[in-house]
């Protein structure tokens, strides 16, 4: 059974860290990504990871504040999240695509086949 479990979230003040874990077990994936829903917005792509090359891709809004790495042991991807803002505030969700990078645009919800449950990363000014 495929299961992706999500865990890291938090509330912290303004310009703190967070690290966002993913753990996937049932099966490896080519392709995973984060992706953040606030209260009453769309879910919107924040990063993307190919499993086997590392090659990673940020949405702009993110570019030079998070990190997407894996850990091919632990079969983890994490998102490290520096200099966080109120706007940062969302449910972070964790999924998995069974296509290849190069095959899919990263940042499209529906090429991913499974989710996780998401954590909360609340952040105040």
């Known amino acids: 059974q495929v299961q992706l479990v999500e865990s890291g979230g938090g509330s912290v003040q303004a310009e703190d860290s967070l690290r966002l874990s993913c753990a996937v077990s049932?099966?490896?994936?080519?392709?995973y990504g984060w992706f953040r829903q606030a209260p009453g917005k769309e879910r919107e792509f924040v990063s993307a990871?190919?499993?086997?090359?590392?090659?990673?891709y940020y949405a702009n809004f993110v570019k030079g504040r998070f990190t997407v790495s894996r850990d091919n042991a632990k079969n983890t991807v994490y998102l490290q999240m520096s200099n966080l803002k109120p706007e940062d505030t969302a449910v972070y969700y964790c999924?998995?695509?069974?296509?290849?990078?190069?095959?899919?645009?990263?940042?499209?919800?529906?090429?991913?086949?499974?989710w996780g449950q998401g954590t909360q990363v609340t952040v105040s000014s």
């Open positions: 999924a998995a695509a069974y296509r290849a990078w190069y095959l899919m645009r990263p940042e499209a919800l529906h090429y991913y086949d499974s």
């Open positions: 049932g099966h490896t994936f080519s392709t």
């Open positions: 990871l190919s499993w086997s090359g590392g090659n990673t």
